[in-house]
């Protein structure tokens, strides 16, 4: 029996702007994901994240890491030049930029992608024990910034070309929602309307369609009746979370005495820069450094500007994030949380409630419930003729997100999928049809 089969077998990759993963059905037919190596554990979530160190000797030497040792190598207490990049897939549909340079060499954002996605093929190669050359990869339906049909096929030739060059001989491309909505199909014994709400990192993506054993052989576009998505999704909350929290106790808004009018005393530009993490990096510049040296002296609230300084002296971008996620992930579980940060003497402890999350990112929420109106609109549904409405994601966790679809959908129609990994779990199963 196994004689006759491919000896290797098209395998699901679901590459996130957060999180990635891969899935492949095993020799007795079930799903299987690739668990990768983490400091004594595993995790089938592998961090969509390339690290580059450079020691500080004389004749320094460039190391690169991607996934779970990214964090490590970029959290070890070691005296290197350090670059963290992420969320690499939002920037796929942008003509304008082509790449970055780390440490005076030129890297695109394709060698960037390669450099991930061959440790992410060569890390499931280890798992599975077998050759991986196949996938069925999966896309959003709206790329971050992509506004045209061009930009999104762009962004996908992209991401094409870098799977090649990590070393997968043939690629094809489904929807991610397709994907989450093939893990769920498996589970189905009949026909069914649904609609997938896929939330993740970047990207807010939605489907429709018919699912069910008689459906499972047909292609893409006779199963799918619309899509839509909108590219914003938890980094965009993480960034508000900045702008109106984080920000603030930094000296956003402070303001200063000069010739006996108030005035803000540091630019907004440098608070921008924070809300991106990685853009942090950018501030540690001599230019930065003397403008917020002339705020701290004319502040009214220096106290708040040292405390930006000393955040960007110490680069702790990556770790006012990982403060900001647990604030968010916290919000998901209780109505009241605290922001806290305490690193290099630097310690903010700031109650928050949810309401006031959901106030900050209310303009999130009504682009997406736009996307998701928008979706019913242009394919004549109505929620009562939807089955079933399946959720995935990271932030579909966010009770404001999931009120969107239980406000719209009657009670016990709303259910959830394995948030991190459906989609591959999907792909997986759709490779198996297509390759
Ligand atoms: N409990 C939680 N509450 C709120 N947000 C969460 C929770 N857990 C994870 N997230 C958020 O989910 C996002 C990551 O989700 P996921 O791994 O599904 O995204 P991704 O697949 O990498 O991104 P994309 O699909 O947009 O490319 C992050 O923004 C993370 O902060
Ligand atoms: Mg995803």
Redesign the pocket.
């Known amino acids: 029996m196994a004689a006759t089969r491919s000896p290797a077998p098209a395998v699901g990759l679901?590459?996130?702007?957060?999180?990635?993963s891969i899935a492949r059905i095993a020799a007795d037919g079930s799903v299987e994901l690739a668990q990768f190596p983490t400091p004594g554990s595993t995790t089938a979530?592998f961090r969509?994240l390339l690290y580059f160190e450079q020691e500080a000797s004389a004749k320094p030497q460039v190391r690169s890491f991607a996934g779970p040792s990214a964090i490590e190598h970029y959290l070890a207490p070691e005296d290197k030049h350090r670059r963290l990049v992420q969320s690499l897939?939002s920037y796929l549909p942008s003509r304008s930029l082509t790449g970055t340079e780390v440490f005076g060499r030129r890297y695109t954002v394709e060698d960037m992608l390669a450099r991930i996605l061959r440790d992410l093929r060569t890390g499931a190669e280890d798992a599975f024990g077998a050759p991986i050359d196949r996938a069925l990869v999966g896309r959003?339906v709206r790329f971050v910034g992509a506004e045209t049909e061009e930009d999104a096929q762009f962004a996908v030739a992209r991401l094409a070309d870098a799977c090649h060059r990590a070393g997968f001989a043939e690629v094809q491309f489904e929807y991610?929602p397709v994907g989450a909505a093939c893990a769920y199909e498996a589970t189905l014994d009949h026909e069914e309307l649904v609609l997938i709400g896929?939330?993740?990192?970047?990207?807010s993506?939605f489907s429709l369609l018919r699912v069910g054993p008689s459906m499972r052989d047909r292609d893409s576009r006779e199963r799918v009746l619309g899509t839509s998505g909108v590219g914003l999704?938890?980094?965009a909350?993480?960034a508000r979370l900045v702008r109106h929290l984080v920000s603030p106790a930094l000296g956003a808004g402070s303001l200063e005495r000069s010739g006996g009018k108030l005035l803000p005393a540091v630019p907004a530009w440098i608070y921008s820069n924070l809300e991106r993490w990685h853009y942090l990096s950018f501030l540690r510049t001599r230019n930065v450094t003397e403008i917020l040296k002339g705020a701290m002296a004319r502040a009214l609230e220096p106290e708040k500007i040292e405390a930006l300084q000393l955040l960007i002296d110490e680069d702790l971008g990556f770790q006012l994030h990982g403060a900001v996620?647990r604030l968010?992930?916290q919000?998901?579980?209780q109505e009241t949380a605290a922001f806290g940060f305490d690193e290099a003497g630097l310690h903010l402890h700031i109650p928050v409630e949810r309401a006031q999350f959901e106030s900050w990112i209310a303009d999130d929420l009504v682009a997406i419930e736009n996307a998701v109106d928008g979706l019913l609109t242009q394919t004549s549904t109505a929620p009562a003729d939807i089955d079933r409405v399946f959720l995935?994601?990271?932030?579909s966790?966010?009770p404001a997100v999931e009120r969107i679809f239980t406000s719209r959908f009657r009670e016990g129609k709303v259910a959830r999928g394995e948030?991190?990994t459906a989609?591959a779990h999907g792909l997986a199963l759709r490779a198996r049809q297509l390759f």
């Open positions: 679901d590459f996130g702007t957060t999180n990635s979530s969509s897939k959003p991610e896929d939330f993740g990192g970047g990207t993506d999704a938890g980094d909350f993480d996620q968010k992930y919000l998901s579980q995935t994601g990271g932030t966790f966010v948030a991190f989609v």
